[in-house]
């Protein structure tokens, strides 16, 4: 099994919807989750950090489900310019390593 | 922008020359990394250091080796290029290594013939 596991997609919805992508992790002694950003042919950039309570930013919402071993991100009232894969990231206890996910690649049509 | 500066940003070469790409940060963060992405596979981290002349090895970091003999660069050298090593090869930073968010650089593409 893979320590991080995302459907790899595409997900392809129209502007104005809404999306959610769930991530499964495999180590139950994680600590730290993040979502990464990744454009085509483009470096992976930091979206949000994901915490226990679940947190917001703008029209996205990240959620921690420990029992369960996953992280979801919710992106609402989808634009074009979210067209990209989305990296679900974790931490392993520690250890100076994150361990990344292959992606889910969202396309967002006019 | 992280202040991470990669170099070459590509770069064709060669079966069995070897090659050496270079990550510098400006921020002297204490943790770089260098990962390798293709397709299937997501990021793979090759090596990592956590400080000056200290390194370790990630999961795929046969047929490569680094150093950081100075806090703002970190060197990947493959000693002698295979196909297999073509490929997408980012530089990363953290402020504090474990439970901290990573930084990336522009990448490079390297394609060994």
């Known amino acids: 099994r893979k320590e991080v596991e995302q459907d790899p997609g595409p997900f392809n919805v129209p502007e104005g919807a809404t999306v959610a992508f769930n991530c499964t992790y495999s180590n139950s002694a994680s600590q730290s989750f993040f979502w990464y950003r990744q454009d085509c042919r483009k470096e992976p950039k930091l979206l949000m950090s994901?915490?226990?309570s679940g947190n917001e930013d703008g029209r996205f919402t990240a959620q921690l489900n420990r029992a369960s071993q996953y992280i979801s991100l919710l992106i609402r009232d989808s634009k074009l310019s979210d067209s990209a894969t989305y990296l679900c990231v974790v931490n392993g206890w520690n250890t100076d390593k994150l361990i990344f996910g292959t992606g889910t690649r969202l396309q967002v049509f006019p | 922008d992280a202040g991470i500066t990669q170099s070459p940003r590509h770069k064709v070469t060669e079966t069995g020359t070897p090659v050496t790409l270079r990550c510098h940060q400006t921020e002297n963060h204490r943790y770089m990394y260098w990962y390798r992405q293709d397709p299937g596979h997501g990021l793979r981290l090759i090596h990592y250091s956590y400080g000056v002349k200290d390194t370790d090895k990630g999961e795929v970091s046969d047929g490569y080796s680094v150093s950081r003999s100075k806090t703002e660069d970190f060197l990947l050298t493959l000693e002698s290029a295979t196909s297999s090593q073509t490929s997408v090869y980012f530089c990363?930073?953290?402020?504090?290594?474990?439970?901290?968010?990573?930084?990336f650089g522009d990448g490079t593409r390297l394609s060994i013939l």
């Open positions: 994901v915490y226990s």
């Open positions: 990363a930073i953290s402020t504090q290594g474990s439970n901290q968010p990573q930084h």
